[in-house]
């Protein structure tokens, strides 16, 4: 269904907005999964501003879903940061707790 996809991948008809289309994709389910939630946007703001054409829709569909595309990445950004300073704090306790029990040994 995207670049990423194999050209190998089965063919899938979905339809989106009230057309059918062939997609290629790896896994099935994933891939209806994705048409699904387009055409859910498409009917979300359609329905919100139904005298636009469809292209219109599309487009809007499109920022928004990039804009929750682009929020999810940088929440993952912001984990993913997050998760490297307590591994480096852990990471440091563990030294010096290393570091404190060669001390105390006797030599």
Excluded: W
């Excluded at 339809?15 to 059918?20: D, H, L, T, V, Y």
């Excluded at 999964?33 to 054409?53: C, R, T």
């Excluded at 940088?74 to 852990?90: A, C, G, I, M, Y």
């Amino acid at each position: 269904m995207t670049t990423k996809a194999k050209m190998n991948g089965k063919s899938i008809k979905v339809k989106i907005f009230g057309s059918e289309y062939p997609l290629k994709g790896e896994d099935e389910s994933q891939t209806k999964k994705i048409a699904s939630h387009v055409d859910a946007m498409l009917g979300k703001i359609h329905e919100k501003i139904p005298e636009q054409p469809p292209l219109t829709v599309a487009v809007l569909a499109a920022l928004n879903i990039s804009e929750d595309l682009m929020r999810e990445r940088e929440n993952q950004q912001q984990v993913s940061e997050h998760l490297h300073s307590e591994l480096t704090k852990l990471s440091n306790y563990l030294d010096n707790c290393l570091d404190d029990s060669a001390e105390s040994e006797p030599s």
